[in-house]
Structure formats: C-alpha cells, structure tokens
C-alpha cells in the first residue's frame, strides 16, 4: 500500500497527535521527496511572535521520517527506525506557513539495500529545509537516522 498524504495525514492524528494539533501536514510524497507545511498559530507561537522551534523540528523530521516509513514498508522487511541525532540551522523568524522539504529519497534507498543485503544497521543522515512563503530559507535540520533488521 502507498503512502499518500491523506494516509499519513490521518497516522500523525493518532500517532503523532502533538504535530498533529500544531497544523503540521504532509502535502506531498513520492519516492525521492516529501514535503510537509505548517502554519504559524496561537497554538504553535513563541513569545517572540514567530513559530517555535520544536513545532518546526516536528514538520522537518516527518519530511524525512515520512519517505522512510513508505520505504520500510516497500521492502517488505522488519526493519526498525529511530533518530540517534539532529542538528538545526535558525536563519530567520518563521513566519506565515513554512514549507519543509526533503529530497534524500536515494540516501533511505542506500541504506535500506545495505541493511537488507548484509543484515547490519546503517546510519545516515537527512536533511529538511524550511522556507516561508516567499521562498525564503527560515530553518534547515538535518536527522541522523538509525536502521535496522528486526530478529
């Protein structure tokens, strides 16, 4: 089954009910991208009138958590997924909607063929960069990614 928008959409409502609630949504995904948006609200605000950092990491990671559930999924294979790390980049107040998108689709393919012809964890990193509605770059996070076979 592919993962749509909709489907994941309504998985961040139940599993991820936090994001969910702060306006994070997925608008599109394929293969080698996802994208995720999120507005800024009351509910998601600083005190300095800008979005929080942590509703903006919550829309960055499922930008790249997103592609690699449907990949995971793809395979077949019990495979395990947990962030080990993160790093993030603030370069201006977010503000409006933020539109986060990650395009390291062939990095998940990588690793997942690695992991599945050797049965031996990988770890790789993801990058999600944000930008406001006139395109400009708000916050880049970047998500080191641990996979592994199931036993």
Known sequence: ??????????????????????GVRVSAIDDSRCVTSVRHRWINQNPFN??????????AELSTGAMLIG???????????LVANNKANFSKKAKGR????????????????????????????????????????VSTFQFEWTIKLRS
């Not at 800008?50 to 829309?59: E, I, L």
């Not at 990650?102 to 930008?131: H, N, P, R, Y």
């Open 1 to 22: 089954m592919k993962l749509t928008p909709e489907k994941l959409n309504q998985f961040s409502m139940i599993k991820l009910p936090s994001a969910w609630l702060c």
């Open 50 to 59: 800008s979005m929080f950092w942590a509703v903006q990491g919550m829309a």
């Open 71 to 81: 990949k995971i999924r793809e395979c077949g294979k019990p495979v395990s997924m």
């Open 98 to 137: 933020i539109t986060f998108e990650c395009l390291d689709g062939a990095v998940i393919d990588q690793a997942l063929t690695a992991t599945l012809a050797t049965g031996e964890g990988q770890t790789f990193w993801m990058e999600s960069i944000g930008k406001d509605e006139k395109g400009d770059v």
